[in-house]
């Protein structure tokens, strides 16, 4: 079933034209994989998708109402000292924040998420002493935490080594194969690219493509998308 059409869609930021006419759908348990040369506006589409700024023309249609998206950025090194452990941290994602007094349900969702995203072991590190993959883990968890229908993950596998972008991937992966999750995801990683979306939309400031990652195609001289 499909989730979101992207209909005809332009953005224009201080007069100037991003792209227009951008066509694209996400279907229900797919990944789609936004690519385009950087500063061509990927990331601005998705905070048109999240209604952080409103699209010049065009229109998204989602397929009901109130759909929950949740959002992992890219991973940064700079966390600054920050006195919770891994489990209070994603708690920290449910509507009220963390409360000692969660309720059994919110309690064992918890659990159920932080075994999934394979943090049960060092569910009691603090969250600053964690490494960069189990940190980034952290974040897809207080995502997954809101029961999202759509993940947005910007870059979300940059800068993790080659074990740690995989390890991550995979936890999407499983989510997405078993709830009603659909994925959008900002990467130039073609490995993760192939290996993990369904469809790509290729932005661009003269013509954007959209269509399965089959035909996905490297541009000449690219090294990556
Ligand atoms: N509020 C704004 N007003 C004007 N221009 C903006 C604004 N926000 C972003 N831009 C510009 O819009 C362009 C697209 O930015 P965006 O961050 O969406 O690109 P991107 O494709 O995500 O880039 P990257 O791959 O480098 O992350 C950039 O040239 C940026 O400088």
Redesign the pocket.
Known sequence: MKILTGNQIGIN??GRW?YRDVNFEVQEHQVLALL?E????????LKALMQEINLTEGNFEWAKKDVEIAYVPQYRSDMQAFPLNIKEYIGLSFDRGWRPWLSRTEKDWLQHIIKDTKLDQIAKRRIDQASGGERQRAFLAQALLKNPDVLILD?ATANLDQSAKFELMDVVKHYRDHHNLSVIM?SHDLEIIQGYADDYLRLGPDGSEFGPCQSLKMREGEQNV
């Open positions: 930021l201080d991003l385009g950087n500063g061509v506006g990927k990331t601005t589409l870059e900002v």
